[in-house]
């Protein structure tokens, strides 16, 4: 069994585009409970319009922003490998991605590095535009032993989630779609609809008693249904059927024994005593 998936951050090359060859990566110690995402677009008043006029004297410019703010929680306590005693020892990891780099183009200008957030197929490229640290827990030394940081990135971009495949969830062995009743609906009608003809073996399976009075958002499985019947006969000999699918019949005569079975979809079966 695969572990729990952790979040990473991990450093990208000055151009954005890919991971830098030897850069930070960072495994979160907890992974956070939730993720805030904020998208917004610059707006200026269009020249020579009318600012009365709302909205329609407004333009667009620029591509817009997203900001990612996440919560981190670190805990040298629970260090299962590798302990530290200090929890700082643990959140300096997270600062490098703040801290300014001399720029590729300019080395007299200073940059923050780029960072990935990477959390199964969730992923934020940008900037740490932010970072609050929380230190709340001391050992009896006065070391630092619990933190909490919010961290704040940000890119120059409306982000768009991209998916892989159609989306749709594979259909499980065991578990068979069901249908919700509307308001006015009878099980006659929702079987009629479905290409059901028995609709009474639906009623069975469901544990409907009143097929023409459904409560409005009830969920009906129209693929379950119960087939055939019971019947029992006697004489000299006897026979017992379910639906056809399992069969036994006896019949009494003179002196010898046999057993005859066979497997056709179901089981059946024939038993003959002559004495």
Known sequence: MNGLKKAELIELNQTFDDKKKGGQIVEVQFNPESLKLTYANQLEQAKGGDQSSGNAGRQFVGAGTTKLVLQLWFD???????????????????????????????????????????????????????????????????????????????????????????????KLPGRNPLTSVKAGD?????????????????????????????????????????????????????????????AISGNVGSKSTGLNASLTGGVSGSLNFNR
């Open 186 to 246: 009878s099980l006659q009608n929702m079987a009629a609809k479905s290409g059901k003809g028995d609709w009474q073996s639906i009623a069975a399976a469901n544990g409907i008693e009143d097929p023409l009075r459904m409560s409005p958002g009830q969920l009906i499985n129209l693929n379950a249904g119960l087939s055939g019947g019971i019947g029992v006969s006697g004489g000299l000999g006897g026979s017992i059927g379910f639906g056809g699918s399992v």
């Open 76 to 170: 040298v306590t629970a260090m299962q490998e590798n302990p530290v005693d200090d929890v700082r020892r643990l959140t300096q990891k997270v600062l490098y991605f703040m801290t300014p780099q001399k720029s590729k183009d300019d080395p007299k200008k200073l940059t923050p590095p780029g960072t990935r957030f990477s959390w199964g197929s969730f992923q934020f490229d940008g900037l740490v535009e932010g970072m609050e640290e929380n230190i709340e827990f001391f050992s009896p030394e006065g070391k630092p032993l619990r933190a909490s940081i919010s961290l704040t990135l940000s890119q120059q971009k409306i982000l768009e989630a991209e998916f892989k495949g159609d989306g749709n969830v594979p």
